[in-house]
């Protein structure tokens, strides 16, 4: 299973970004969708998440200016994060990431990360 990521960019504080997320692989189901970014110098933090059941839960720093959504198609294993209101402190690595059931691989998940996109916001 690979994640690809899309969207990343520079943004004048105040913007908006869009990041897309699609998995490719032999999978069955995928529990919880996310994403995490990493600032310089710091830890990799949550952002935003979503389960199968669309249930959602964001940082507290992006609560009411970023929504996580993901593609209700059957079997269409894509999520996005809208960006709005941009600051700089948002400015960071944004890798997407997902809970991962495996087909053959039973009950067991795996969980797997993309390569990251930048987002870069200036004052």
């Known amino acids: 299973v690979t994640l690809s990521e899309s969207g990343g960019g520079l943004v004048q504080a105040g913007g908006s970004l869009r990041l897309s997320c699609t998995a490719f692989?032999?999978?069955?189901?995928?529990?919880?969708m996310a994403w995490y970014r990493q600032a310089p110098g710091n830890g990799r933090e949550l952002v935003a998440s979503i389960t199968a059941d669309d249930n959602t839960h964001y940082a507290e720093p992006v609560k009411g200016r970023f929504t996580i959504s993901r593609d209700r198609t059957k079997n269409a294993w894509t999520w996005t994060v809208q960006l709005n209101s941009l600051k700089p402190e948002d400015t960071g690595v944004y890798y997407c990431?997902?809970?991962?059931?495996?087909?053959?691989?039973?009950?067991?998940?795996?969980?797997?990360w993309g390569r990251g996109t930048q987002v870069t916001v200036s004052s």
């Open positions: 692989g032999e999978i069955a189901r995928i529990n919880i």
């Open positions: 990431n997902a809970d991962v059931y495996e087909v053959g691989w039973g009950p067991r998940s795996r969980e797997f």
